[in-house]
């Protein structure tokens, strides 16, 4: 009898043992999918930068590139809604980092502060600002 009781109790603390070690996997799952969340979002909103960059360029781009083949009218067009776009771009880019949805658990990555990302993206919007300036009032090239 006093085997049996020895053999339950060794039994029982197995089975406590491995419960514990389950739990601190799972947490530990918990913790990098967090991590993994908020890397994601950094990627999602670098995507959200270089699109609008991208952007930004080909508004630039277009009223020299596209001067003498298509009426001045359509390349201020063309230019505006490019450098439309990518502001768009900027902004959405800050507002999909600072408002992901469902917090996630708690991560051990540091999320980048949102005073850099609006400094940043606010920057970015003056420049696509000032591009709009010089396409509507710069020179078109070609001449």
Known sequence: ???????????ADEVR???AELADSADRRTELAADRTVLAAERTYASWV?????ALAAGVGAKKLLA???PEWMIILQ?????LFSAFCFGAAVWRQL??????????????PPS???????????VALSAL???WFGPTGGE
Do not use: C, H, Y
């Not at 230019?79 to 450098?83: C, D, F, N, P, Y």
């Not at 850099?116 to 970015?124: A, E, T």
């Open 17 to 19: 043992s491995s419960a």
């Open 68 to 70: 003498g083949v298509v």
């Open 116 to 126: 850099l990302l609006i400094v940043v993206n606010g920057f970015l919007a003056l």
């Open 50 to 54: 270089q699109l609008g960059l991208g």
């Open 79 to 83: 230019g505006t809604l490019l450098v």
């Open 1 to 11: 009898m006093a085997k049996a009781i020895t053999e339950l109790k060794r039994s």
């Open 99 to 112: 408002s992901p949805g469902v917090p996630p658990p708690r991560p051990d990555v540091r999320r980048l």
């Open 133 to 135: 300036l010089g396409i």
